[in-house]
């Protein structure tokens, strides 16, 4: 049950695509004062050492973080990104990468709130000490406490079992990731049932999803599967980095984030840097990505394929 730990994966092309689509959909919810409520069902420890034995086991990072990190000429929403893991590594060195908690603590204001769940009992700790370390550093730079101020909130528990609760936030405003595993085939149904539930308490929050493109049935159909949601709109992005093997032979060669109610600037952003993005990760001629956005019961599609 507990095999899964990000930090075999942390700053590999499926980090890189998730994190800076979250960045973006933060800096939207940012546009405006009113407070929002960042919901991350499925945190992780928050914080990952590319130099630790995990995260050097594989270097998956050599497949995402990697390539980008000396690159001075980047479209606006991929140097975001980039600009925030070099202000964590002030050193220069690629030495720490950020969890989608960190990335969202960074991102949100003072007055938005973090609720973060972690199942994993090693993870969940990690997320939980990341959080107070954050939290004194911030002390000694004169701002409030966070994690006494219940601007952010760790929990160990079940993401999936945990979201209701927490919809509809009180501002109405809201962005939830989810980003299970899936090595448990059981977490695509987890994920569309858990969305559908929290789209009838609350039908305008923004969601997204990230998820592997695998051979496996359940992840093959799963984005068509997304969009029978009742969400008024949608958008899915996926980013491929290599000619698809068959499973478990040459590691993972495509993500997608699939996001609910997206905001009105995404897709337009994604046009003009998803080619770019695969220009720098792509690693043989089977490099792609498509864009496909729709409305509810998908009347009005686009489709876009590169
Ligand atoms: N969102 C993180 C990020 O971008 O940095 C990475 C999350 S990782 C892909 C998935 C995490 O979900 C793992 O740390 C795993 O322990 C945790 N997990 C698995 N099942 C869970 C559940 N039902 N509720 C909460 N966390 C769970």
Redesign the pocket.
């Known amino acids: ?2 095999s ?3 930090a075999f ?2 700053g590999n092309h499926a ?1 890189v695509l ?2 800076f689509v ?1 960045i973006q959909l933060l800096q939207y919810l940012n546009q405006k004062d009113v407070a929002y409520s960042y919901i ?7 914080v ?1 050492e590319l130099d630790g034995a995990f995260a050097s086991k594989n270097a998956e990072y050599d497949t995402g973080i990697g390539p980008l990190w000396n690159l001075t000429d980047m479209p606006a929403p991929i140097k975001e990104y980039v600009d925030l893991i070099r202000a964590m590594n002030p050193s220069g060195k690629m030495r720490y990468y ?6 969202a603590d960074q991102v949100a204001r003072e007055q938005d709130r973090l609720r973060l ?4 009992p090693a ?2 700790k990690l997320l939980a000490d990341n959080f107070r370390k954050l939290d004194e550093h911030k002390a000694q730079q004169g701002f409030r406490s966070t994690v006494r101020g219940k601007r952010v909130l760790v929990t160990r ?6 979201l209701k609760a927490l919809l509809p936030p009180p501002s109405r405003r809201a962005l939830v ?1 989810i ?4 090595e ?1 085939k059981q ?1 695509y149904k ?1 994920t569309k049932d858990v969305l559908a539930e929290a789209l009838g308490r609350f039908p305008t929050g923004t969601y997204a999803v ?1 998820y592997p493109l695998l051979q496996r049935m359940e992840s093959r159909q799963f984005a068509d599967k997304l969009k029978q949601l009742p969400a008024a709109n949608w958008l899915n992005v996926v980013l491929t980095i290599k000619k698809p093997l068959p499973d478990g032979i040459g590691g993972l060669h495509s993500s997608g984030m699939f996001i609910l109610n997206p905001p009105y600037t995404l897709e337009p952003m994604l046009k003009e840097v998803m080619p770019w993005l695969v220009k720098a990760l792509g690693q043989d001629a089977g490099a792609r990505f498509t864009l496909e956005s729709g409305t509810q019961a998908t009347a009005g599609r686009n489709t876009g394929e590169r």
Not at 98 to 103: A, D, E, F, K, R
Not at 117 to 120: K, P, S, T
Not at 157 to 162: H, V
Request: glycine residues 10%.
């Open positions: 049950m507990f899964y730990r990000h994966h942390a980090d998730k994190h979250t991350d069902t499925h945190s992780g420890a928050g990952y950020p969890g989608s908690p960190y990335i769940f972690e199942l994993h993870d969940s528990g079940d993401g999936f079992a945990s990731l980003d299970p595993p899936y448990d977490d987890k990230w």
